[in-house]
């Protein structure tokens, strides 16, 4: 696991950003919105049910999430 400099750990993941309800197939706005992140972010749609298991596990190990309803 990689730490900072202050000898903390740090996530060892890319940030994952989940959206839902998954409305891309009608409407353009989720890929202008998120087409400048998907080169640094984890993006796709998913129901909270998914974001809440990502975040189950330990502190060290659980991913940055950010949940768009």
């Not at 993941?13 to 989940?18: E, G, K, N």
């Not at 049910?49 to 950010?66: E, H, K, N, Y």
């Amino acid at each position: 696991m990689e730490q900072s400099e202050s000898g903390l750990p740090t996530l060892n993941s890319r940030p994952r950003d989940r959206f839902w309800p998954d409305h891309s197939r009608c409407n353009p706005y989720p890929d202008l919105l998120y087409a400048a992140a998907r080169a640094s972010h984890d993006i796709g749609a998913g129901p909270i049910t998914d974001a809440l298991s990502a975040l189950s596990g330990s502190v060290q190990d659980r991913p940055a999430l950010i949940f768009h309803l």
